[in-house]
């Protein structure tokens, strides 16, 4: 059986001669409520999921028989192995989260997704989408196969009363960062709560140097093996992830911790850091669920720069999250018309719960009122035309798990800088050539 799904997946994964056609929009047909699903990659208890099921059951209310199940699996590599099994056996749901990855790519072009920008476009909702939203969920050539459901400017939270404590400010520069964790470290807290489950927030530590120095032009070189860690760019970017391990930055098992963890650890008052983005805005301002040391102590910082930077204060993580696919052998009249109605909901609940919505909906009174979130909303006029891209939708996908384990030994001191380069260049140099041919 086994062997039977390792044979189907690398089947779907193979060159496509041409890309396969999108489902009509809109599909002929009537409207038959019936029990659709949504296999989602995202925390039960967050702002999306909450909206979308008070969406369902508004839908459900007016279509007596129609139900959206949605199957949850927040954890990033247990949801990737579920979705791949599903694809290669050709069983895709309604509806399913994906980024714009090279995998994603390949259902794409097997023609397994519908093309969401038409989609869009026959509901005439486009242009109430921010481009940056859409942007970011596009494949390499401008096609758009996902929704964004999320909006957010990647940020570093920050307790004011810690750094105050320990005589340290935010990092103007990004070998900063790292030199505030022995100060941090010595007055009794975690400097750096991070989610190591997950694989990505690591990852994002690795692509703050490259894209500072070089905008996305050393990660397209890297990912198909025209550029190596081992050059100069790499060099300096694994050198200084190593520091965080030297310099204690990290919970020594930060590899076992999720996103909750992480996120508990900071408004708990035991952590002075939080990288994530501003989509826990909700859980920044909500002072009843934190700790009394947090309380009115939490800001935050943006991404610092470097000694030879090509990118500007402004510019640096700013993303939709995790994109969602709607399948096209489901694909019929009643998953169209519930798509409408979701999206033509969502912008206003969503933003509600004081979250930045992917639309251009802002509420009218900002929720609680608070400082925090409206600092936030000030600042998103103010982006740069460049944003960094994530590096786990960017690698193969094998290239990518090595990396992430490789970077888990690197930040907790058990590999060298020049161990992790040459692991991570001879796995892209053995799959990238294969994948992006």
């Not at 070189?221 to 860690?229: D, M």
């Amino acid at each position: 059986m086994k062997f039977a799904l390792v044979a189907a997946l690398a089947s779907l994964l193979a060159a496509s001669p041409a890309l396969a056609q999108s489902p009509a929009i809109p599909p002929a047909g009537d409207i038959v409520p019936r029990e659709i699903t949504w296999l989602a990659s995202r925390p039960s208890d967050g702002p999306v999921l909450s909206t979308v099921r008070q969406i369902a059951d508004e839908y459900a209310a007016q279509h007596p028989g129609f139900k959206l199940d949605i199957v949850e699996t927040p954890d990033r590599p247990s949801y990737l192995q579920k979705l791949e099994t599903l694809a290669a056996a050709r069983q895709l749901p309604e509806f399913f989260d994906t980024d714009a990855t090279p995998f994603a790519d390949k259902l794409r072009q097997q023609g397994l997704m519908v093309d969401t920008a038409a989609l869009l476009d026959s509901y005439g909702l486009t242009d109430q989408f921010r481009p940056v939203a859409l942007n970011y969920d596009r494949f390499g050539d401008g096609s758009l196969y996902l929704i964004p459901l999320e909006f957010g400017m990647e940020v570093f939270w920050y307790n004011k009363a810690m750094f105050e404590a320990a005589g340290v400010t935010p990092p103007a520069t990004l070998d900063d960062l790292p030199a505030l964790c022995p100060k941090l470290a010595a007055t009794g807290v975690l400097p750096i709560a991070l989610d190591g489950v997950d694989g990505w927030p690591p990852q994002r530590m690795i692509a703050w140097y490259p894209f500072r120095l070089s905008g996305a032009d050393y990660l397209d070189k890297l990912k198909r093996g025209e550029a190596k860690l081992s050059d100069p760019i790499g060099v300096k970017t694994t050198q200084w992830l190593a520091s965080f391990a030297s310099n204690g930055c990290l919970a020594k098992d930060f590899s076992a911790q999720g996103y909750t963890d992480a996120r508990d650890q900071f408004t708990q008052g035991k952590a002075a850091i939080y990288y994530m983005g501003t989509w826990e805005t909700e859980a920044m301002i909500n002072e009843a669920s934190q700790a009394e040391a947090v309380r009115g102590k939490i800001d935050y910082f943006t991404l610092p720069l470097t000694a030879d930077e090509t990118t500007g204060a402004n510019e640096f993580f700013v993303n939709s999250g995790i994109g969602m696919a709607v399948g096209s052998t489901t694909f019929d009249p009643l998953v169209y018309d519930f798509v409408k109605y979701m999206l033509t909901r969502y912008s206003e609940l969503y933003a509600n719960t004081g979250a930045l919505s992917p639309m251009t909906y802002t509420p009218e009174k900002l929720p609680n009122d608070a400082p925090l979130y409206a600092k936030i909303v000030a600042e998103i006029p103010k982006l740069g035309s460049l944003y960094a891209v994530p590096w786990d939708t960017q690698l193969d996908p094998k290239s990518n798990t090595v990396m992430q384990q490789q970077l888990t030994l690197l930040l907790q001191g058990n590999i060298t800088a020049e161990q992790f380069q040459q692991a991570v260049d001879a796995a892209i140099a053995e799959n990238a050539p294969r994948f992006f041919k």
